[in-house]
């Protein structure tokens, strides 16, 4: 793993969109899967801004809430126009995110599975990290081999996304999420956390034991993954110093 810490969010997130520019100019028909939230906010600004070349380029959605139409305004099908497919020149039947109106989901995820390696497989997976260590939605206990299904909920995502629903009681509870396996077989994972409410579960996650107590320490046993921190949520590290001399002293042919 490679941890990268910055001072904010914003630095943080420059070192982020560097690694999707630099894949994007390299392979323009790269295959991306992208993470919704608050945490990428950042970096789909810094990428519209950045005015890459999309025509070629393949996504995958992690997540995606049942029941929710693609025209809910709190759906990740929202949340992808608005943040950052209107904004670009990707091509409409490239973009992938799972259905949440589908009639059939076991049947839905198996083709998502499908589609997936029929792109070729995902160069690069971005990630977010809940609060509990999730990844896509897969919560605590979640099989650190899983693929695409169907997950409930904790109380406590509910909890941290009720806010998009107006009150609690209208958030779901199930969703569709890529598994911790489908993530896994992603060529690059690029994991983005900021602020103190993440602290434990980064600590958790790159420092702790592999554990489905903490989904994202799965990442443990993938060969390429960088992480890419702000101050506050680097804070419960306890090799904080030497991931910064490490990312301070790169040699040449590692810097991007
Ligand atoms: P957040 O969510 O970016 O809104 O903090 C991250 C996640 O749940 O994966």
């Known amino acids: 793993m490679e941890i990268i810490i910055q001072p904010t969010p914003e630095a943080a997130t420059d070192v982020a969109a560097q690694i999707v520019a630099q894949l994007l100019r390299q392979k323009p028909r790269a295959v991306l899967g992208l993470p919704t939230g608050s945490t990428p ?82 160069d690069l997976q971005i990630l977010g990290i809940g609060a509990d260590g999730h990844i896509g939605f897969n919560e605590p206990s979640s099989s650190l081999a899983s693929r695409t299904r169907m997950k409930t909920l904790t109380v406590r995502t509910r909890q941290d996304n009720a806010k998009a629903f107006g009150k609690l009681t209208q958030a779901p509870h199930h969703v569709i999420t890529m598994g911790i396996g489908t993530i896994m077989e992603a060529r690059h994972c690029l994991l983005l956390a900021f602020g103190k409410k993440k602290a434990r579960a980064i600590a ?20 390429k993954v960088t992480v890419c921190l702000d101050e506050a949520a680097a804070s419960a590290l306890k090799m904080k110093r030497y991931y910064r001399w490490v990312f301070d002293n790169k040699p040449n042919w590692q810097k991007f």
């Open 204 to 223: 958790g996650a790159v420092e702790g034991p592999i554990t489905a107590m903490n989904p994202a320490s799965a990442l443990q046993l993938h060969p």
């Open 41 to 122: 906010l950042l970096l789909y600004r810094e990428l519209v801004r950045m005015k890459l070349n999309w025509r070629g380029v393949t996504t995958f959605n992690l997540d995606e809430y049942t029941g929710l139409s693609p025209e809910h305004p709190a759906s990740y099908h929202s949340f992808m126009r608005e943040n950052l497919f209107r904004h670009i020149n990707i091509v409409e039947k490239n973009i992938h995110i799972p259905d949440g109106m589908t009639g059939n989901v076991p049947a839905f995820c198996k083709e998502y599975e499908k589609q997936i390696r029929r792109a070729g497989g995902i």
